[in-house]
């Protein structure tokens, strides 16, 4: 019987897990590094049927991750045995019996409206406007980065998310889901638009959030980006710790889920690929539900100038 962990030819067996291009890139990546660093340590040696549930069950409980990185490396393994099992190298899969909680061990930090409104004074561009579409859209930082001016529909006003660029490799969303185009509130693309007219890069094929260092024919990379300009202005702020560009996203959902909306224009909006099958079967938020859901985020971050006026 051959041996999956280590004799099992590798390039086939880390394609169930995106290597072949069924993943996003961030997604391959991802996957190869648990593969590397924690399941080949340990399990490169076993034969396919020495590998008991109890066994992996334990060592997980041993890992020092949080429960969502053990979950993680359980369901990779799980997929190498489905793999290996469409291979007929075995009929059965015992990672199906290892139990291993995904709850999270801490909660993430959510920024509130007045943290926003005041780490906005303190940014500079590009990462001022960065940051605003990213906690008024809830895009991934790949997503956010990988934005070109061609993608921004000014008149529809809609944002096509085609790609991805992690690493600064160009590469299809996380899911089929993050494809649908995302509303893009008035007042927000007004913005957008101001930082296009300042932006050295502002050309149709132009990244929105340009290198200059490498002369706008890359985009930013997340973290350069976050330490030359998010980290100084969360730490202005008085906010410190485990913090980064996903906790705008985080921020993003967090305020929908506060301002009532539904659980499914929540989904959409984040473009999460499923919530629940019945939600996504037999309910469909429309685009007026999903503009609405963003704009009262926006407005939370932006008053009107309306009102702004009569203070």
């Given at each position: 019987?051959?041996?999956?962990?280590?004799?099992?030819?590798?390039?086939?067996?880390?394609?169930?897990?995106?290597?072949?291009?069924?993943?996003?890139?961030?997604t391959q990546e991802t996957y190869e590094g648990y593969l590397k660093k924690?399941?080949?340590?340990?399990?490169?040696?076993?034969?396919?049927?020495?590998?008991?549930?109890?066994?992996?069950?334990?060592?997980?409980?041993?890992?020092?991750?949080?429960?969502?990185?053990?979950?993680?490396?359980?369901?990779?393994?799980?997929?190498?045995?489905?793999?290996?099992?469409?291979?007929?190298?075995?009929?059965?899969?015992?990672?199906?019996?290892?139990?291993?909680?995904?709850?999270?061990?801490?909660?993430?930090?959510?920024?509130?409206?007045?943290?926003?409104?005041?780490?906005?004074?303190?940014?500079?561009?590009?990462?001022?406007?960065?940051?605003?579409?990213?906690?008024?859209?809830?895009?991934?930082?790949?997503?956010?980065?990988?934005?070109?001016?061609?993608?921004?529909?000014?008149?529809?006003?809609?944002?096509?998310?085609?790609?991805?660029?992690?690493?600064?490799?160009?590469?299809?969303?996380?899911?089929?889901?993050?494809?649908?185009?995302?509303?893009?509130?008035?007042?927000?693309?007004?913005?957008?638009?101001?930082?296009?007219?300042?932006?050295?890069?502002?050309?149709?094929?132009?990244?929105?959030?340009?290198?200059?260092?490498?002369?706008?024919?890359?985009?930013?990379?997340?973290?350069?980006?976050?330490?030359?300009?998010?980290?100084?202005?969360?730490?202005?702020?008085?906010?410190?710790?485990?913090?980064?560009?996903?906790?705008?996203?985080?921020?993003?959902?967090?305020?929908?889920?506060?301002?009532?909306?539904?659980?499914?224009?929540?989904?959409?909006?984040?473009?999460?690929?499923?919530?629940?099958?019945?939600?996504?079967?037999?309910?469909?938020?429309?685009?007026?539900?999903?503009?609405?859901?963003?704009?009262?985020?926006?407005?939370?971050?932006?008053?009107?100038?309306?009102?702004?006026?009569?203070?």
């Open positions: 019987m051959p041996d999956i962990f280590y004799k099992g030819q590798p390039h086939k067996l880390t394609g169930c897990v995106g290597v072949e291009g069924r993943k996003s890139f961030a924690w399941i080949l340590p340990r399990w490169q040696s076993y034969r396919l049927s020495d590998v008991k549930a109890v066994q992996v069950e334990q060592w997980l409980h041993s890992v020092p991750l949080a429960q969502g990185s053990r979950a993680k490396i359980r369901n990779i393994m799980s997929a190498l045995y489905s793999h290996a099992i469409r291979w007929e190298w075995t009929n059965r899969n015992p990672i199906t019996a290892v139990r291993q909680s995904a709850k999270r061990s801490k909660i993430p930090t959510i920024l509130t409206i007045e943290q926003i409104q005041a780490l906005l004074a303190h940014l500079g561009e590009p990462c001022r406007t960065a940051v605003l579409l990213d906690v008024s859209t809830g895009l991934r930082v790949g997503e956010l980065l990988g934005l070109k001016w061609a993608d921004v529909d000014f008149e529809k006003l809609e944002i096509n998310v085609t790609r991805s660029v992690v690493k600064q490799k160009i590469g299809p969303c996380k899911t089929e889901a993050s494809h649908k185009p995302i509303p893009l509130d008035a007042e927000l693309a007004e913005q957008l638009w101001n930082w296009r007219l300042k932006a050295p890069y502002n050309r149709t094929e132009d990244w929105i959030f340009a290198s200059p260092h490498r002369r706008g024919r890359q985009p930013y990379w997340p973290g350069a980006l976050f330490r030359a300009q998010l980290k100084p202005g969360l730490e202005a702020i008085g906010i410190r710790g485990d913090v980064g560009w996903h906790t705008l996203r985080h921020t993003f959902g967090t305020l929908m889920k506060a301002n009532g909306e539904d659980i499914k224009t929540i989904q959409e909006l984040l473009r999460h690929a499923n919530y629940r099958v019945t939600a996504d079967v037999y309910t469909q938020a429309m685009t007026p539900a999903k503009r609405q859901a963003q704009t009262k985020v926006v407005r939370l971050i932006l008053p009107r100038k309306a009102a702004q006026k009569v203070g």
